[in-house]
């Protein structure tokens, strides 16, 4: 029962690399969502997905890009690195009606 | 616009006391709301939920309670413990939205032996 797993868990970038984040759940849950938690800003809302195929903007999210094309998998894509997007990454996925169930974070810093 | 605030970036008890974790919101149309707990490296657990038709809702040492006129949530924990130290986000959400969660900067909570 690993619930969500993301992947890698720490990635140093140098400006302008890109990389893809993976966030995998085995719950079959329908909603998947990527946030970003920086010091004294708590999480912000980057990208969301209500189902296989479907993905929406959410409160930051310039910079990013992502794809949901296996209902268990959600991706989040960097296509050109900038150190304002060293930040703590965490995927969630919805547990309940109201609850989420959040991945241990990827720590990515950019260079 | 923070809609989700959390004004004390830090609170410190004595073990076996009661912690009190504050709350605001300015969003009217949030229906239902949440406190996550973090540890260091690890992502935030789910801790305990009210939905907008209640006032209190408990589960073991934590209750929430929810002043809808005020916009005003709070989480206590009784006794606290050691193992409580951590940080803690409120969050919430607005009916229709997808189950988009809106946070809180967060308090770290730390529990003094």
């Known amino acids: 029962n690993a619930g969500v797993t993301q992947t890698p868990k720490f990635r140093v970038l140098k400006t302008g690399q890109s990389m893809t984040l993976l966030c995998a759940q085995d719950m079959n849950h329908e909603y998947m969502y990527w946030y970003r938690q920086d010091p004294g800003m708590g999480l912000r809302l980057i990208h969301y997905?209500?189902?296989?195929?479907?993905?929406a903007k959410g409160e930051v999210p310039d910079g990013y890009n992502v794809s949901r094309l296996k209902k268990q998998n959600f991706l989040l894509g960097l296509e050109s690195a900038a150190p304002s997007q060293t930040s703590v990454y965490f995927c969630?996925?919805?547990?309940?009606?109201?609850?989420?169930?959040f991945g241990s974070g990827t720590r990515l810093t950019v260079v | 616009d923070q809609q989700v605030k959390q004004n004390s970036p830090s609170l410190s008890v004595q073990e076996g006391r009661i912690s009190i974790l504050n709350c605001d919101y300015t969003?009217?149309?949030?229906?239902?709301f949440l406190w996550y707990k973090k540890y260091p490296a690890e992502g935030p657990t789910f801790l305990i939920s009210?939905?907008?038709?209640?006032d209190k809702n408990e589960d073991g040492r934590f209750t929430v309670f929810l002043n809808k006129s005020a916009k005003h949530l709070s989480l206590h924990i009784v006794p606290s413990q050691p193992g409580d130290s951590a940080v803690y986000f409120c969050a919430a959400r607005s009916g229709g939205s997808n189950y988009k969660l809106t946070f809180g900067k967060g308090t770290l909570l730390t529990v003094n032996p």
């Open positions: 969003n009217s149309m949030f229906d239902y």
């Open positions: 009210i939905s907008s038709i209640k």
């Open positions: 997905s209500v189902g296989e195929g479907t993905t």
């Open positions: 969630a996925s919805r547990r309940t009606d109201y609850g989420y169930t």
